[in-house]
Nanobody, 115 residues
Framework: QVQVVESGGGLVQPGGSLRLSCVVS???????VAWHRQAPGNQREYIGY????????HYADSVKGRFTISSDIAKNTVYLEMTSLKAEDTAVYYC?????????WGQGTQVTVSS
């Protein structure tokens, strides 16, 4: 069973930055990792993905240019760097890891953007 744990959420002012971490219980070499978020009353929204083998990334239009996904293979960790945060970025953020065709989700971390 693969364990996925997100952290780094919190309260930040509009225009601020935050970095989320996603720690995986096994090697993240050559795997697909995606970030999603879910605001109250909304469906879960895809943010972007990162393939650790090639560093190939893709981002949803809503976050393109503001969010960056990266990884530290040695630490089995994937990061979501968020800048120029807006109130509409407020949500629970989830990490999804695909290992041998199976998706594993973390429990999520809350991000609140408010003054």
């Amino acid at each position: 069973q693969v364990q996925v744990v997100e952290s780094g959420g919190g309260l930040v002012q509009p225009g601020g930055s935050l970095r989320l971490s996603c720690v995986v219980s096994q090697s993240i070499s050559d795997i697909y990792v995606a970030w999603h978020r879910q605001a109250p009353g909304n469906q879960r929204e895809y943010i972007g993905y990162f393939f650790t083998g090639s560093a190939l990334t893709h981002y949803a239009d809503s976050v393109k240019g503001r969010f960056t996904i990266s990884s530290d293979i040695a630490k089995n960790t994937v990061y979501l760097e968020m800048t120029s945060l807006k109130a509409e970025d407020t949500a629970v953020y989830y990490c999804r890891v695909r290992v041998r065709g199976t998706d594993y989700w973390g429990q999520g971390t809350q991000v609140t953007v408010s003054s």
